[in-house]
DNA sequence: TGACAATAGTCGTTATAACAGATATAGTTG
DNA sequence: CAACTATATCTGTTATAACGACTATTGTCA
């Protein structure tokens, strides 16, 4: 057994599960591709969030969602989304207007200008995704995503 | 063909493709994991970047290493290493100093202080992480990894 | 009805991330 | 060696995220 690098703590610690491998390589798997995806957004002018929100608005449709339905859409959820339609409407891609049935909730929809926004990334956005998986044929992707859905089951 | 809910606008976008599916649910399985490390952190004090960080620098051993490097080996590419490290500093957990033989460069050790703390989170850590994935035996741990190397293999 | 709990959103504050430009030191080359 | 380029880090600034406390409105039930 050779004595190289063997610093005493190192022997201590267990080596990593493979649980841990799996969790590495998803926060770096996403990493990656999120931050093309966001090289993407910069020139519109949006973080991934906030694209993210548009579409969630787009399709609702017409009429509309509130503040905690979108919350509950997110990919990725964000405990303060009053300030990110804020920041939305001060770009005039959302408008808000207190419901009138209910009024504790506010009713966020998606401006044209917003959807005229969206629909110009759209082709970009899923051509950067075919290129960045493009290593991988469908019944590959498939397994991903379903692995990735157990990954995630029985949960909250 | 049923008329309910085909907005004219709707009808032009395409569907979705498998590759916008492979991404939302890395989306999707990344934020719900993380989230659960970030709670299993929060006792700590530590956000999960700092801790990624506390483990880079446990892993580098008692030379240290330059900002640069730690950044190289991020899960998540923070820009500025510089103020991350500064609060790690203020905590205890780090301390800094400059390289004699290369003065540009400044030199990151963990303290043992900084040690006890990951000590104590190693076994928390590992378990949540068998504990979120406990759904799934080993090939399929291991296909996930594949598939989310294969994912981001050809990238810079 | 009137008190109380639940729900929906907002606001204040602090911490962190992102971006751009600045500074200091080291290598390189005519 | 002087000028130039590259490297490593730092700083100023703005935007966003995270955490709590707070307000307004509605539902419930004695």
Chains 1, 2 share one sequence.
Do not use: W
Request: positive net charge.
């Amino acid at each position: 057994m050779t004595a190289r690098r063997l610093h005493q703590k190192r022997r201590q610690r267990p080596a990593p599960g493979l649980e841990d491998v799996v969790f590495l390589n998803l926060m770096r798997t996403t990493d990656a591709l999120l931050r093309e995806v966001e090289e993407t957004l910069k020139p519109a002018g949006l973080s991934h969030t906030q694209y993210n929100v548009l579409r969630i608005l787009r399709g609702a449709g017409p009429q509309g969602l509130a503040c905690r339905e979108i919350g509950e859409r997110m990919l990725t959820r964000d405990p303060d989304i009053t300030r990110l339609l804020d920041r939305l409407e001060a770009h005039g891609l959302v408008t808000r207007q207190r419901e009138r049935t209910d009024r504790r909730v506010v009713n966020t929809r998606i401006t044209p200008q917003g959807l005229r926004i969206l629909e110009k990334l759209d082709e970009p956005i899923a051509e950067l995704h075919r290129r960045q998986l493009r290593h991988l044929r469908a019944p590959r992707l498939q397994s991903l995503v379903r692995l990735l859905e157990q990954a995630r089951e029985g949960r909250p």
